[in-house]
Protein backbone atom coordinates (compact mmCIF):
# COMPACT_ATOMS: atom_id res chain seq x y z
CA UNK A 1 0.00 0.00 0.00
CA UNK A 2 2.76 2.73 0.64
CA UNK A 3 4.84 2.26 -2.82
CA UNK A 4 1.28 2.78 -4.63
CA UNK A 5 0.80 6.01 -3.08
CA UNK A 6 4.08 7.45 -4.26
CA UNK A 7 3.23 6.19 -7.87
CA UNK A 8 0.14 7.74 -7.45
CA UNK A 9 1.61 11.19 -6.66
CA UNK A 10 4.15 10.99 -9.17
CA UNK A 11 1.61 10.42 -11.65
CA UNK A 12 -0.76 12.94 -10.39
CA UNK A 13 2.19 15.47 -10.26
CA UNK A 14 3.64 14.76 -14.07
CA UNK A 15 -0.09 15.33 -15.17
CA UNK A 16 -0.27 18.53 -13.29
CA UNK A 17 3.14 19.83 -14.84
CA UNK A 18 1.77 18.84 -18.12
CA UNK A 19 -1.57 20.48 -18.46
CA UNK A 20 0.44 23.77 -19.06
CA UNK A 21 2.37 22.71 -21.56
CA UNK A 22 -0.69 21.07 -23.63
CA UNK A 23 -2.73 24.43 -23.44
CA UNK A 24 0.13 26.30 -24.49
CA UNK A 25 0.16 24.07 -27.43
CA UNK A 26 -3.00 24.63 -28.45
CA UNK A 27 -2.32 28.36 -27.91
CA UNK A 28 0.51 27.70 -30.96
CA UNK A 29 -1.60 25.97 -32.82
CA UNK A 30 -4.39 28.23 -32.64
CA UNK A 31 -1.91 31.18 -33.61
CA UNK A 32 -0.67 29.15 -37.12
CA UNK A 33 -4.52 28.91 -38.49
CA UNK A 34 -4.52 32.41 -37.98
CA UNK A 35 -1.53 33.26 -39.61
CA UNK A 36 -2.91 30.39 -42.29
CA UNK A 37 -6.00 32.57 -42.56
CA UNK A 38 -4.53 35.85 -42.58
CA UNK A 39 -2.17 34.71 -45.42
CA UNK A 40 -4.79 33.14 -47.74
CA UNK A 41 -6.59 36.54 -47.24
CA UNK A 42 -3.62 38.82 -48.31
CA UNK A 43 -3.20 36.37 -51.36
CA UNK A 44 -6.73 36.93 -51.81
CA UNK A 45 -6.50 40.65 -51.80
CA UNK A 46 -3.58 40.40 -54.06
CA UNK A 47 -5.24 38.50 -56.71
CA UNK A 48 -8.19 40.90 -56.47
CA UNK A 49 -6.20 43.44 -56.83
CA UNK A 50 -3.83 42.35 -59.91
CA UNK A 51 -7.38 41.46 -61.43
CA UNK A 52 -8.78 44.99 -61.56
CA UNK A 53 -5.33 46.89 -60.46
CA UNK A 54 -4.45 49.66 -58.06
CA UNK A 55 -6.00 52.81 -57.50
CA UNK A 56 -4.27 55.66 -59.26
CA UNK A 57 -2.24 57.76 -56.58
CA UNK A 58 -4.18 60.12 -55.03
CA UNK A 59 -7.49 58.82 -56.82
CA UNK A 60 -10.17 56.37 -55.14
CA UNK A 61 -11.29 53.62 -57.07
CA UNK A 62 -15.03 51.85 -56.73
CA UNK A 63 -15.75 48.40 -57.58
CA UNK A 64 -19.42 47.76 -58.29
CA UNK A 65 -20.44 44.23 -58.74
CA UNK A 66 -23.63 42.00 -58.47
CA UNK A 67 -23.50 38.32 -57.63
CA UNK A 68 -23.88 36.01 -61.04
CA UNK A 69 -26.31 34.35 -58.55
CA UNK A 70 -28.13 37.54 -58.25
CA UNK A 71 -31.80 37.14 -59.58
CA UNK A 72 -33.44 39.60 -61.22
CA UNK A 73 -33.18 42.15 -64.04
CA UNK A 74 -30.56 44.93 -63.94
CA UNK A 75 -29.53 47.13 -61.01
CA UNK A 76 -28.49 50.86 -62.31
CA UNK A 77 -26.23 52.61 -60.16
CA UNK A 78 -26.10 56.01 -60.13
CA UNK A 79 -24.21 58.90 -58.98
CA UNK A 80 -27.04 60.37 -56.36
CA UNK A 81 -27.33 64.14 -57.41
CA UNK A 82 -27.81 62.72 -60.99
CA UNK A 83 -30.28 61.31 -63.32
CA UNK A 84 -27.91 59.18 -65.63
CA UNK A 85 -26.75 55.85 -64.33
CA UNK A 86 -23.13 55.21 -64.31
CA UNK A 87 -23.97 50.94 -64.91
CA UNK A 88 -26.42 48.99 -65.38
CA UNK A 89 -25.12 45.60 -63.53
CA UNK A 90 -26.65 42.38 -65.30
CA UNK A 91 -25.66 39.09 -62.63
CA UNK A 92 -22.06 38.33 -63.00
CA UNK A 93 -21.29 42.07 -63.62
CA UNK A 94 -18.43 44.16 -62.11
CA UNK A 95 -17.41 47.75 -62.82
CA UNK A 96 -14.60 50.22 -61.46
CA UNK A 97 -14.55 53.67 -61.31
CA UNK A 98 -12.10 55.99 -60.58
CA UNK A 99 -13.04 59.36 -58.62
CA UNK A 100 -11.55 62.16 -56.39
CA UNK A 101 -10.90 61.20 -52.55
CA UNK A 102 -14.21 62.47 -50.57
CA UNK A 103 -17.61 62.08 -49.73
CA UNK A 104 -19.60 60.51 -52.83
CA UNK A 105 -22.61 59.21 -52.86
CA UNK A 106 -24.58 56.76 -55.23
CA UNK A 107 -28.12 55.58 -55.37
CA UNK A 108 -30.15 52.83 -57.13
CA UNK A 109 -34.21 53.32 -58.72
CA UNK A 110 -35.56 52.00 -55.22
CA UNK A 111 -32.84 52.79 -52.48
CA UNK A 112 -30.00 55.78 -52.00
CA UNK A 113 -28.13 57.65 -51.17
CA UNK A 114 -25.51 55.26 -50.51
CA UNK A 115 -22.81 57.89 -48.73
CA UNK A 116 -18.74 56.87 -48.95
CA UNK A 117 -16.09 58.86 -47.03
CA UNK A 118 -13.26 57.84 -50.03
CA UNK A 119 -9.88 57.81 -49.51
CA UNK A 120 -6.87 58.61 -52.07
CA UNK A 121 -5.14 55.01 -52.89
CA UNK A 122 -7.66 53.29 -51.44
CA UNK A 123 -10.31 50.76 -53.48
CA UNK A 124 -13.61 50.42 -52.20
CA UNK A 125 -16.29 47.60 -53.25
CA UNK A 126 -20.25 48.37 -53.72
CA UNK A 127 -22.59 45.05 -54.06
CA UNK A 128 -25.87 45.96 -55.53
CA UNK A 129 -28.19 43.03 -54.88
CA UNK A 130 -31.99 42.71 -55.39
CA UNK A 131 -33.95 41.89 -52.09
CA UNK A 132 -36.59 39.22 -51.75
CA UNK A 133 -39.24 42.13 -52.81
CA UNK A 134 -37.11 42.61 -55.77
CA UNK A 135 -36.17 46.53 -54.87
CA UNK A 136 -32.80 46.88 -55.38
CA UNK A 137 -29.70 47.75 -52.70
CA UNK A 138 -26.11 48.89 -52.56
CA UNK A 139 -24.03 47.45 -49.50
CA UNK A 140 -20.75 48.10 -48.78
CA UNK A 141 -18.18 45.00 -48.95
CA UNK A 142 -14.73 43.66 -49.30
CA UNK A 143 -12.19 42.50 -51.55
CA UNK A 144 -12.97 39.04 -50.31
CA UNK A 145 -16.77 38.83 -50.63
CA UNK A 146 -16.09 40.71 -54.45
CA UNK A 147 -13.86 37.38 -55.28
CA UNK A 148 -16.13 34.88 -54.06
CA UNK A 149 -19.57 36.61 -55.93
CA UNK A 150 -17.07 36.34 -58.88
CA UNK A 151 -16.51 32.65 -58.71
CA UNK A 152 -20.08 31.44 -58.38
Known amino acids: MRKSLPCSALFAL ?10 Q ?3 IENQGEAAITAEAKALSDAAVEDAIGKAPSGRSQIVFYRSST ?14 TPIISL ?13 THSYATADTGPFSMDLEPGRTYYVQAIRNKK ?9 ADKFQRAANH
Open 90 to 102: DPGMYYVTVTTPG
Open 25 to 27: KVK
Open 134 to 142: GATQLLQSN
Open 70 to 83: SPGSAVAVRDAAGS
Open 14 to 23: LLAASLPLAA
